[in-house]
């Protein structure tokens, strides 16, 4: 028990800790995150953004259908696009912890799947070779289904790891995920 509890320190609670220091320092550093004291503020802050992006989007489609005019943001909300990409797949995640487990796992599954297709050819010639729309239309589902899989990610890991005692993993991950944030806004 103390040795599963090791492993899953190791395996899940330092990834998650230190991926969400990253996030964290790196959100205070482009002042996403202006005023963040706490974790609930944190928190707060990115359900914020992510519901402001959901409800600029479905305006935007309303509008589009009925004028063709582009949607401007209310004063003091931040625009998506000025936001980094990592950021943005991580709000795409639903932010906060869910959503740092969730860009990890998309990150372990993308990778793997480089890996694989990498792997499956002899050398730079057969890459180019083998480079048909098929291979390309594979790439766009693939990429879907990776992001599927990453929303689901309890679903995935309760799959993929053997354990007996599973709600060490989900602890492990959830107190890395406190202390890199602590950690974070403490060095900001």
Do not use: C
């Not at 959901?54 to 000025?82: C, I, N, Y």
């Not at 291979?135 to 689901?152: C, K, P």
């Not at 053997?162 to 060095?187: C, E, K, N, P, Q």
């Amino acid at each position: 028990m103390v040795r599963e509890l090791f492993r899953a320190l190791f395996l899940a609670g330092i990834p998650v800790a230190v991926s969400t220091y990253l996030l964290i320092w790196w959100a205070l550093k482009n002042q996403y995150l202006q005023g963040a004291s706490s974790l609930k503020d944190v928190e707060v802050h990115f359900k914020g953004v992510s519901k402001a992006r959901s409800r600029k989007k479905k305006e935007e489609k309303k509008r589009r259908k009925k004028r063709g005019d582009a949607v401007e943001m209310e004063p003091g909300q931040l625009e998506s696009h000025k936001m980094n990409p990592v950021h943005n797949k991580w709000l795409s995640f639903g932010g906060g912890f869910y959503g740092v487990v969730g860009l990890l796992t998309y990150a372990v599954v993308e990778l793997g799947e480089i890996r694989d297709f990498i792997t499956q050819f002899d050398g730079l010639l057969s890459v180019i070779s083998d480079m048909t729309l098929e291979l390309f239309i594979g790439f766009f589902i693939n990429s879907i289904t990776n992001f599927l899989v990453a929303i689901a990610w309890p679903v995935y890991w309760l799959n993929n790891i053997r354990s007996d005692y599973i709600w060490f993993w989900f602890v492990a991950a959830y107190a890395g995920y406190w202390a890199g944030t602590r950690i974070a806004l403490h060095r900001a």
